[in-house]
């Protein structure tokens, strides 16, 4: 009789074990963090956009207007359970060239660098109306197929 209880119990700290496990926070790298040392080893004024590259990799992401700035943006994130994300770090290195193509500098940014913006909260108005739950339900009364087969022509 003991020996059932025994594995009773193990299963349920397994499966305590395995509920707890499944809450923990997730801790992860988002974007392109290139290696310090290539970042030690950049040298403005001597390389070009491809030596940049072979260094770095692919940006990801460049300037709107030119391509004179590569931004390579990485980040830290954690959740818990169901909760939004959160981030934890956040570095934005920019990679600019001047007109030839030839590196002429490279800022580190980090969050605090960022700028805050304000979203618009007008909305665009859509023609039509909107109808309520009910009026949408009473609305498909009648509406649905009752199983016919309909034939097609022959």
């Not at 940049?52 to 700035?69: H, I, R, Y």
């Not at 600019?96 to 193509?101: H, N, V």
């Not at 913006?117 to 009752?146: H, P, W």
Request: net charge neutral; hydrophobic share 35%; glycine share 8%.
């Amino acid at each position: 009789m003991k020996h059932p209880m025994l594995i009773l119990r193990c299963a349920l700290a397994f499966g305590g074990l395995l509920v707890l496990t499944g809450c923990a926070k997730d801790i992860d790298a988002r974007g392109n963090q290139p290696p310090s040392d290539a970042i030690s080893r950049l040298a403005p004024g001597e390389q070009t956009r491809q030596d940049v590259q072979n260094l770095l990799g692919t940006p990801a992401t460049t300037s709107v207007f030119d391509n004179e700035t590569w931004y390579y943006i990485s980040s830290q994130t954690t959740q818990y359970a169901f909760y939004p994300t959160e981030e934890l770090e956040r570095t934005v290195y920019a990679v600019e060239f001047d007109k030839r193509g030839i590196l002429s500098e490279v800022r580190k940014l980090d969050a605090n660098s960022g700028r805050e913006i304000q979203i618009a909260s007008r909305e665009t108005v859509t023609k039509g109306r909107e109808y309520s739950l009910i009026e949408q339900l009473i609305g498909n009364l009648g509406r649905f197929n009752a199983g016919k087969e309909k034939k097609g022509p022959q």
